[in-house]
């Protein structure tokens, strides 16, 4: 509901071309995956052995598939051979479910978004509140319509933007060092691109950002700030309704627990506007204001609840509204008030905002030097270190062949590099991101009995 406002700020990345992965129904099988670009124009194809000792059972079956083997790798210590042949997608696919029964991979379950319960809840409650300030008996609550109106439009813009997002430079410089470094011992260093180039930007595939996409990045980047600054006005008002301070008379409260409730919600507020995202790949280690920052937010949504449970206690046991002529206890601006308790222990559990890592520049800092290797190692430098960047980002779903086929992308397009033109050196010679591990042993046996098996529905 309402993802469709999400959209993505500059400078975090085209989609990637998502692929398809097929997983063998056939525990015995020496072919664990498969995965396969969705479109109809290619059938660049990655399929993934059990262990080492399956290699050669997996690579006679390519052979019998019509692939071509461009290059292999490893992907978390699974072997996987990088392919490319005369059938599209759909004929390899039934080509494959011949030999061996497959099952397309089920897309992970969605992830319940914190932001987005928070926002509906908070919707739930401020409504109430609304219908509470014009059904009092002692006439329309000005500050709790004030109080609800500022929250609804926050709520909105929790549940379009969800966290801040902004770009995580350490973590991107991170990752280009690890290409550098990996790359080093093929080509010069004074060769590669470095760390603090901005390697996207000369690929001048989009038109300058005008003013209103300017003004969404911002957002994007403060739609958490921007919406506890919309909550602290209405908190504001609803403190400042229940009690004022003068000079002459000093602070004079008409309604105690109102005034506490109001000042336990602003002081949360100002607690989580003084917060700070976590940044675990800055190099700068944290201070102990920094360390005091990076919790405020989960504290500044404990100590709102505790204000919203005073009010919800306000509303059943000392508040009254009139309905049809008869007065009951404000069990509008009660049921709120714990709505709003539950509101803020989702809050609790998000996150004030993300880094995210500007896949466009990982793609194009990579590309740019890969291209400047050896002809005959591109294609072997490419699969290793698309193996490197998808075990890096293993909190993220991107399958290994997404990362390929970018990289194989940028690299004709930008650089009229072929990859499965170019002649290739030895596979696997070159592991500059870890030791391989080992071969999992249990298909040793089977899988040297069958090697010089024919191809047949039982092979895979």
């Keep these: 509901m309402m993802e469709f406002l999400r959209l993505s700020p500059q400078g975090f990345a085209k989609s990637f071309t998502f692929m398809k992965k097929y997983i063998s129904s056939d525990s015995a099988s020496p072919l664990a995956a498969v995965e396969l670009a969705p479109g109809p124009d290619t059938n660049l194809s990655f399929f993934y052995a059990r262990g080492e000792t399956d290699k050669p059972a997996v690579r006679k079956a390519l052979a019998h598939l019509g692939q071509t083997v461009i290059a292999e790798s490893h992907v978390r210590g699974q072997p996987v051979f990088i392919t490319r042949g005369a059938k599209d997608r759909q004929a390899l696919v039934d080509a494959l479910a011949q030999i061996n029964p497959l099952t397309e991979e089920a897309e992970p379950p969605p992830k319940v978004d914190p932001w987005m319960v928070r926002g509906l809840l908070g919707m739930a409650g401020q409504l109430l509140v609304a219908v509470s300030s014009v059904r009092g008996n002692k006439g329309f609550d000005q500050g709790a319509a004030f109080f609800a109106g500022s929250n609804i439009a926050a709520n909105l813009m929790n549940m379009a933007y969800g966290p801040g997002k902004s770009k995580d430079v350490h973590r991107l410089n991170q990752i280009k060092n690890q290409v550098n470094e990996g790359l080093l011992s093929e080509g010069p260093l004074d060769e590669l691109p470095a760390v603090d180039d901005t390697r996207s930007a000369l690929r001048h595939d989009e038109p300058p950002r005008g003013l209103m996409q300017k003004a969404n990045d911002f957002v994007h980047r403060f739609a958490p700030q921007i919406s506890i600054g919309l909550r602290i006005f209405g908190a504001a008002k609803l403190t400042g309704n229940a009690g004022k301070y003068t000079r002459e008379a000093g602070l004079q409260v008409k309604d105690p627990l109102t005034f506490s409730a109001g000042s336990a919600i602003l002081l949360g507020k100002f607690m989580a506007l003084g917060a700070k995202t976590e940044?675990?790949?800055?190099?700068?280690?944290?201070?102990?204001?920094?360390?005091?920052?990076?919790?405020?937010?989960?504290?500044?949504?404990?100590?709102?609840?505790?204000?919203?449970?005073?009010?919800?206690?306000?509303?059943?046991?000392?508040?009254?509204?009139?309905?049809?002529?008869?007065?009951?206890?404000?069990?509008?601006?009660?049921?709120?008030?714990?709505?709003?308790?539950?509101?803020?222990?989702?809050?609790?559990?998000?996150?004030?905002?993300?880094?995210?890592?500007?896949?466009?520049?990982?793609?194009?800092?990579?590309?740019?030097?890969?291209?400047?290797?050896?002809?005959?190692?591109?294609?072997?430098?490419?699969?290793?270190?698309?193996?490197?960047?998808?075990?890096?980002?293993?909190?993220?779903?991107?399958?290994?062949?997404?990362?390929?086929?970018?990289?194989?992308?940028?690299?004709?397009?930008?650089?009229?590099?072929?990859?499965?033109?170019?002649?290739?050196?030895?596979?696997?010679?070159?592991r500059p991101f870890g030791p391989e591990k080992e071969a999992r042993g249990p298909h040793t046996v089977r899988l040297q009995r069958e090697e010089m098996a024919p191809l047949t529905l039982k092979t895979f």
């Design 279 to 430: 940044d675990p790949y800055n190099p700068k280690p944290n201070t102990a204001l920094d360390d005091l920052r990076e919790k405020l937010f989960k504290w500044g949504a404990y100590t709102e609840g505790a204000g919203y449970a005073m009010l919800a206690y306000n509303g059943f046991a000392q508040r009254q509204i009139t309905m049809n002529g008869k007065t009951y206890p404000d069990f509008l601006r009660g049921t709120a008030g714990l709505i709003f308790v539950s509101a803020y222990v989702a809050q609790s559990l998000a996150k004030l905002g993300i880094k995210q890592v500007d896949m466009d520049e990982v793609v194009a800092h990579t590309a740019d030097a890969l291209a400047q290797m050896p002809p005959d190692k591109i294609p072997q430098l490419t699969a290793d270190t698309a193996a490197m960047l998808t075990e890096h980002f293993q909190d993220r779903t991107l399958h290994y062949g997404d990362i390929y086929t970018r990289l194989s992308a940028d690299l004709q397009r930008y650089h009229a590099i072929a990859i499965d033109a170019l002649p290739s050196s030895s596979f696997s010679a070159f």
